[in-house]
Nanobody
Framework: QVRLAESGGGLVQAGDSLSLSCVIS????????VSWFRQAPGKEREFVAG????????IHASFAEGRFTVSTGNARMTLYLHMNNLKPEDTAVYFC??????????????????WGPGAQVTVSS
């Protein structure tokens, strides 16, 4: 059974940094798309950043370019999101997601097969 579990969320101040982790279990995801999405209150879930596991070509949403970095760790199948210079508008629940049998990195929620329960990130001004 595939399982994704996020951790590392919390309350920070504007300008701070925070890193999220997503441990993936139950499946070897080499070559598959793994991504971060976020959902703020009253808004739709949106793509943040993602990559194909084993690729060194991540993609980032425009708002994430230069501030957020997505990466992987192989000791455990772990996806990371390193966030710098956080802003109050980054407040959201952050989700990791997996698309099996990928041929790219989709940016739409419907393309993903498995999701974690989410981690709350709150940025105070």
């Amino acid at each position: 059974q595939v399982r994704l579990a996020e951790s590392g969320g919390g309350l920070v101040q504007a300008g701070d940094s925070l890193s999220l982790s997503c441990v993936i279990s139950g499946r070897v995801v080499i070559g598959e798309a793994v991504s971060w999405f976020r959902q703020a209150p009253g808004k739709e879930r949106e793509f943040v950043a993602g990559l194909q596991w084993g690729s060194e070509k991540p993609i980032h949403a425009s708002f994430a370019e230069g501030r957020f970095t997505v990466s992987t760790g192989n000791a455990r199948m772990t996806l990371y999101l390193h966030m710098n210079n956080l802003k109050p508008e980054d407040t959201a629940v952050y989700f990791c997601a997996l698309q099996v049998l990928s041929s790219g990195v989709p940016t739409t929620t419907g393309a993903y097969d498995h999701w974690g329960p989410g981690a709350q990130v709150t940025v105070s001004s």
